[in-house]
């Protein structure tokens, strides 16, 4: 892939290979499968299938290479397969364009070419339509006769694909026998055409297309297997907005105009600050789109908005616009004329990749065949009836431009809708659906524009940032974990081939663990005569199934695996060891220690070890230590770097298999939530552009704040913001999974001319995690509590404060040993 998918992206694709396998086998014996694909909006679904096909043309370690396969790609509409297709085009390298055909009315072929993808939406296949017109006027094959011959030559390596499966899947109870719709009739079979027998069905929603497989009437009762993405994984992959912010009139005076100029500032600011934000990275640059939909018209007008207006409004806002910048996107497949200004027609899917756009004007048309990352702006003039088709809309807005979270930048993880005829009620039902509908987005943080206030580093306060980011701080994320094995090659790999800090990295790295792997090998040799009796040439060996997920041993319980010694099934055993070390070691393996006279050893040798949980722990054990010595070499190089070839590094701690802190940094503004009872509090690192900071605090939060204001030496304070990017985290564990933690307060004081960072946390037992997040705290005090000051759990009961500080070290043996609400109630109790 051109592509470097995301890691839920190439879990995904994993199990994907792993249920086409077991399918395959029922498919050659007659019984035609389903696997139902659950990808929701955003999660990248084209992609991971996109790398799914490759993997199946060019083989992998789980599924022999198909070379000749064909997969036939079936949606409703052509701008989806159009989209698609050009989505495929652009994330692999093994598919050239001349293998993503696009059947058009004058398809005629006996077979489909194996090794291709073949796009097919079914407004081509009614029945007045030439693809399946009868043979004649120079037509020597119908389509559904090439599908048929195909699927009898390629059996099981005949893929159909259904884009969005869940859209003519209802049946009513007069067709519930017979399959009516045409997607149906490839599930089903009708006439001349056959059940497909292996398909792939991709939707956010499947449940319908589901029911339809379960259908007792369905063709020898279809087998179905699914695969699911979690939203979550997608949210914490970055591939969508962080926020999306609504903007409407608050009082009952006409605010068309007025939102429209609002909505173009908002482009404009959008604009520049992704030009500083890849001028500062050194990368290509973004150009943000303002989407503005207009009300329909009439057998009289185009629009009842006028659309004359619209560019005047935007002209005064933003400056001249060129003809080329503005376009539509109506059903109109002409150039409008709107005064002396030529607006051009763009179809949707083409919009994602035309640079000169830069003002979309559109009614309806937007909601499918639509996939625009950089719309980041949408302006609409409808009426608030329209709150699921607005609700659908940002959905499709909500695609980060560069597939991830942009480092410190709360704005640009953000996108604006502004609503002029929504009232509340209205927004509440656009917000309803946004969060409620899984068509429309997966779950996304949705705000009101009205309550959002902006905040900027505070100029007399450069000291005290100094000092806060020199706290050591977690990101815990939902994703999955890797081996310090892996971690260390790709971190070399870093240093030496990508940023060129350390060239001596990744060929001492792998040096380190090819030796470090050959003198376990030899251990083994002269330790375990079990191990000797393996490599002396006997024709079958045992082998207990383990495995190492997410860079865990875990050894199986099944029947142990007797094989064969052929060469065949040890390159076969050679293989799964590549897979277990990863970055291609296996190879690098054989290439050192290669014996002319026994060429297979080296890779019997190097399985056979890595069979060893005591080798495996060594290996992790080294390979941890090598990682922390080679971060902390190049700690100062790494900081010089841009903050996006920064965080590369970062992530490689983030998917530790144990908690790691990472280099925390705070950005220069942040974007903060300001309700109606918020008031006004002094010495904040962050102030808004009148230079004030307000902020709601409970009752607790409130003395603890006024107590800390009353001492002398307090000199700032940051209000610890939850589930931000730049948020102060702490972990802990509970039920057997690491969870974050966001302390609510840091307190900055100056001591003999010394600034410390104190930790804060008001927190009562209310909640069943209460005692676990007091344990995580006294955790973080064990390892780093030489970095900070104070770090204090505390309650309020009446005027007095009550302060466990787990950074004394009575108090944090305590704490470590809580494991109740109770128990932590008791220690508090003896205050």
Known sequence: MRLVLKDFQEGTVKELIKKIKQTKNYVKDGDPQ?????????????????ALIEAIFTGTDEIMAEPEAVFLWLSDQPELNEQSRSKIASASNRLRDSDLVIIDSNFDQETFDGGKIYFLNTQKLGKDKNLVKIKGDGRHNTILETIQKTQDILQDKFYLII???????????????????????????????????????????PKRFQDLLQNPKSYHNRGQQQVSVNP??????????????????????????????????QWFKV????????????????????????????????????????????????????????AHSFQDDKALIVGDRKIRKIDASRIQNDEKVKFVLFKMSLTTGWD??????????????????????????VRTPLARRIENQDFLNSVSLYLPHYDQEGLNQVIENLKSDPESVPPTDVVEGAEQVTLYRATEHSETFAALQTVPSYRIERIRKTSDTRRLMRLARLLTAIHNLDPEALPNAKQQILDMLKREIERLEQNDSQFAEKLQGCNEIAIQPVTVDQGKWTT???????????????EELFQRAGQRLGEGLHIDYWTKFYDTNDPQRPKLELFLALQQQAVWEALEKSSLQLFNALLKQNHTKIGKLASSEREKYNKLKVVAKDPEPIDWELPDEIIVSRLTDAVEWVKHVYL????????????????????????????GWLRNEARKPWSFTIPYEYNGAVQPMFPDFLVI???????????????????????????????????????????????????????????????????????????????????
């Not at 139902?36 to 996109?50: D, E, L, Y």
């Not at 003519?168 to 056959?194: W, Y």
């Not at 625009?372 to 807005?397: W, Y």
């Not at 004394?808 to 704490?815: A, C, E, L, S, Y």
Request: hydrophobic share 40%.
């Open 34 to 50: 389903a696997i139902i694909f659950a990808s929701p909006t955003g999660s990248g679904k084209t992609v991971m299938v996109a």
């Open 163 to 205: 884009d969005e499966a869940h859209r003519g899947m209802n049946q009513s109870s007069r067709d519930a026998n017979t399959a009516k719709t045409i997607v149906q009739q490839f599930v089903f079979g009708h006439n001349e055409l056959p059940a497909i027998q292996l398909i792939l069905g991709v939707s956010a929603t």
């Open 232 to 265: 979550e994984d997608v949210t914490a992959s970055g591939l969508l907005k962080d926020q999306i912010v609504l903007y409407h009139p608050t009082g009952d005076q006409p605010s068309d105009w007025s939102l429209l100029a609002a909505a173009a500032r």
């Open 271 to 326: 604009r520049d600050k992704w030009n500083a934000y890849t001028q500062s990275q050194a990368i290509e640059a973004v150009k943000p789109i303002l989407v503005i939909q207009v009300e329909d018209g009439n057998d009289r007008i185009l629009s009842k908005t006028d659309l004359a207006q619209v560019i005047a409004v935007l002209e005064k806002e933003v400056g001249p616009i060129q003809d080329d910048e503005l």
């Open 372 to 397: 625009c990352p950089r719309a980041e702006v949408m302006m609409s003039f409808r009426k608030a009836n329209d709150h699921t088709l607005i609700a659908q809309l940002i959905g499709r807005m």
């Open 556 to 570: 199986l319980t099944g029947v142990i695996e007797k094989i064969p010694l052929s060469d065949a099934n040890v």
């Open 688 to 715: 808004a552009e009148d230079g004030k900071y307000f902020s709601s605090l409970n009752n607790w939060e409130k003395k603890v704040m006024e107590a800390e204001m009353a001492q002398e030496n307090m000199i």
């Open 749 to 831: 004081r100056k001591q003999d001319d010394v600034l410390i960072v104190d930790v804060l946390e008001p927190h009562g037992s209310a909640l069943a995690d209460s005692w676990a997040k007091a344990v995580g705290l006294a955790k973080f005090a064990s390892k780093h509590g030489d970095r900070v000051g104070r770090i204090e759990l505390i309650r309020v009961e009446g005027s007095h404060i009550k302060r466990l500080d787990v950074n004394d070290n009575h108090n944090r043996q305590k704490v470590l040993a809580v494991n109740s609400n109770q128990h932590l109630d008791q220690l508090f109790a003896d205050l």
